[in-house]
């Protein structure tokens, strides 16, 4: 029986549903599919690995976790025991190219005797260090792991460029697309909006617009904020920020929003996965002013929920998100840039409908979880 493998660092709630859809798939086409895990979790995460939740066939390596100053490179010396019992054809690495245990596995391609892909969410935009010698050393390692694999599994445009960039020769590229659960994030919550905007203790006659990200300085969530308030009172008094997410700058953010009187301005902090379901059923536009994102998921749940993107050109899904009709882009992450383009989706509140319905009809015919995984195994077949 042919087998199909994935090895990555830990499981996550954006995993499971493609996961669970990628193991249907596999099953009706007599493919056997298996997930492999360096760890449980990682500091930081919030999600608990729901075991009920996750119906495909899966392993938790042993191994070595450390922290390097926020980095976690995991190491599984049993990895490479375990992906020969599996014995798979195929062999999706999903993580960092650096990671010991995903070095340790295609260093031993030979032995394991598989076909290796690298499933890579990298863009330009998205490289932390870009100068120096440590930059130049890193390209060189990169370039020497990635090219000792067969193909390449990438979410977007900008992130083939980048692979692009680092072959050698010519390898297979395909397209997969990161999905989400659309069967969960739809607009089918019991109750109605003025219901949750109550819940929340927000003004219903406000616009409301919603940020789903870690509160970082690489997501743009300090400058959206002081874009926001850099804007005309008369707006402002008019106009809701919901920000969902915790991180270094939540302390910064929150004495901010009391030195200015944001009165409007509302750190919700951590929510679990129904909360955020109905932040953005309750929200007029969704936001993500982000710096630097390889491939980011909440616009694309939002897409599902039906909402307008206001979405920075630096998220490596620009491209694959924007229609044209669903939304206003963020050029810069600067105040002034920001300040614009929340001006221009304001005065765009007539048509939230219409554009909310372009993200959605654009998520269903791109990002749907079957065609994806068919799309996969096509391009893993062909390969």
Request: aromatic share 12%; net charge positive.
């Amino acid at each position: 029986m042919m087998t199909l493998a994935v090895l990555t660092n830990i499981p996550t709630p954006y995993r499971t549903a493609f996961f669970n859809e990628l193991n249907s798939v596999c099953s009706s086409t007599g493919i056997d599919f298996h997930v492999i895990y360096c760890a449980s979790t990682e500091p930081g995460r919030f999600w608990k690995f729901q075991i009920e939740e996750n119906k495909y066939q899966y392993t938790f390596l042993s191994g070595i976790h450390p922290n390097i100053m926020g980095v976690y490179p995991h190491y599984n010396p049993s990895v490479i025991k375990v992906l020969k019992k599996l014995n798979a054809q195929y062999i999706i690495v999903a993580g960092s190219w650096n990671t010991p245990t995903m070095m340790k596995a295609i260093l031993s391609k030979k032995e394991i005797k598989a076909k290796f892909f690298f499933w890579s969410e990298g863009h330009f935009d998205a490289q932390r260090i870009k100068t120096g010698l440590k930059a130049k050393i890193i390209k060189i390692l990169r370039k020497n792991i990635l090219n000792r694999f067969d193909g390449f599994v990438v979410p977007n445009n900008k992130s083939k460029e980048y692979i692009l960039s680092y072959l050698i020769k010519e390898k297979p590229i395909g397209f997969l697309p990161n999905t989400v659960d659309e069967d969960f994030y739809q607009n089918n919550l019991p109750y109605n909006k003025k219901y949750y905007i109550e819940k929340y203790h927000l003004n219903e006659k406000d616009v409301l617009i919603c940020i789903i990200a870690t509160l970082s300085d690489r997501k743009g969530v300090l400058e959206f904020l002081e874009a926001y308030n850099s804007l005309e009172k008369e707006i402002k008094d008019k106009l809701q920020l919901l920000y969902a997410g915790t991180g270094e700058l939540q302390s910064k953010m929150k004495q901010y929003i009391i030195d200015h009187n944001l009165h409007n301005v509302h750190l919700l902090g951590h929510l679990d996965k129904d909360a955020i379901k109905e932040i953005l059923f309750l929200s007029d536009v969704f936001a993500l002013p982000t710096k630097s994102d390889p491939n980011p998921l909440s616009p694309i749940e939002a897409s599902f929920m039906n909402k307008p993107l206001l979405l920075s050109q630096k998220a490596g899904n620009f491209d694959e998100l924007m229609t044209g009709k669903n939304g206003v882009e963020i050029p810069e992450i600067t105040v002034e840039s920001i300040k614009n383009s929340i001006l221009a989706i304001l005065e765009k509140s007539g048509s939230y409908e219409q554009m909310g319905k372009s993200s959605y009809e654009n998520v269903k015919a791109n990002f749907s979880r079957k065609p994806v995984c068919v799309n996969l195994l096509n391009f893993l077949l062909s390969s």
